[in-house]
């Protein structure tokens, strides 16, 4: 979720879990292009995903 003009906006993501190589978290959205991204939490992992200022709007996760 990003702040943009006093609106939140909600992006939806794809978490997976590994423990092959220590244990860490990677990070996929549609709505961000080209966009992965791992961490050692779910939400650490997001935050790097969005630790910009251009946001792009969040699309429908059913499209």
Known sequence: MAIRNNKRLIYPVITSE???DGHYFVVTSSNIKEMVTQ???AEEAIA???????????QDPSD
């Open 18 to 20: 590994f423990n092959d």
């Open 39 to 41: 961490g050692g939490t």
């Open 48 to 58: 790097i995903m969005l630790d910009g200022t251009e946001y792009p709007e969040p």
